[in-house]
C-alpha cells in the first residue's frame, strides 16, 4: 500500500510531512524562501497539496529534519542546506558532522565540534535519532 501522498512522481507535502516529521508550515517556508524548491509540478499558491518533491529534496528536507530536531538554529540551517545541496552524491553514503556554522565536515576531522548527521540515512528517507557529537 502506498504513503499517504506518494505517487510515481514523488510526494506532495503530505508525503514529506509524513516522512520528515516536519510541520505543513515549515515545508512551505523552505519551499516559498526557495531554499528546497519541489522539482516537480510547482503549483502556485499554497493549500493545493499539488507540488511535488522528488529523491533528492526530501533527503535534503529530512537532513533538516534531523539538525532541527537537535535545535539547530536558522543561522546554522540556511548554510547548512546550501552546502548540503552542493555534496557529491558519494558523501551521502556517510556520516558527517554539521558545525553550528552550517559547514559540513568529515566524521574523522579532529578537533570539530557539531551534530553528528547520517547522511545515508537521509539519504534513504529516514528521519533517525542522530547524537550530538564531539569528535577530536
Given at each position: 500500500?502506498?504513503?499517504?501522498?506518494?505517487?510515481?512522481?514523488?510526494?506532495?507535502?503530505?508525503?514529506?510531512?509524513?516522512?520528515?516529521?516536519?510541520?505543513?508550515?515549515?515545508?512551505?517556508?523552505?519551499?516559498?524562501?526557495?531554499?528546497?524548491?519541489?522539482?516537480?509540478?510547482?503549483?502556485?499558491?499554497?493549500?493545493?497539496?499539488?507540488?511535488?518533491?522528488?529523491?533528492?529534496?526530501?533527503?535534503?528536507?529530512?537532513?533538516?529534519?534531523?539538525?532541527?530536531?537537535?535545535?539547530a538554529t536558522h543561522h546554522t540551517l540556511i548554510p547548512?542546506?546550501?552546502?548540503?545541496?552542493?555534496?557529491?552524491?558519494?558523501?551521502?553514503?556517510?556520516?558527517?558532522?554539521?558545525?553550528?556554522?552550517?559547514?559540513?565536515?568529515?566524521?574523522?576531522?579532529?578537533?570539530?565540534?557539531?551534530?553528528?548527521?547520517?547522511?545515508?540515512?537521509?539519504?534513504?528517507?529516514?528521519?533517525?535519532?542522530q547524537e550530538l557529537a564531539a569528535v577530536g
Amino acid at each position: 500500500m502506498a504513503m499517504s501522498g506518494t505517487n510515481a512522481e514523488g510526494l506532495n507535502i503530505y508525503g514529506v510531512m509524513d516522512a520528515t516529521g516536519m510541520t505543513y508550515r515549515m515545508i512551505d517556508y523552505l519551499d516559498r524562501e526557495g531554499i528546497v524548491t519541489p522539482r516537480l509540478s510547482p503549483a502556485k499558491g499554497t493549500g493545493n497539496g499539488s507540488r511535488l518533491w522528488g529523491p533528492e529534496q526530501l533527503r535534503i528536507l529530512c537532513f533538516v529534519a534531523v539538525l532541527r530536531a537537535h535545535g539547530a538554529t536558522h543561522h546554522t540551517l540556511i548554510p547548512a542546506i546550501r552546502n548540503v545541496a552542493d555534496l557529491d552524491y558519494q558523501i551521502w553514503r556517510q556520516q558527517v558532522i554539521v558545525t553550528a556554522a552550517g559547514d559540513i565536515v568529515p566524521l574523522t576531522t579532529p578537533g570539530i565540534h557539531g551534530w553528528l548527521v547520517d547522511l545515508d540515512e537521509c539519504r534513504q528517507g529516514s528521519v533517525v535519532r542522530q547524537e550530538l557529537a564531539a569528535v577530536g
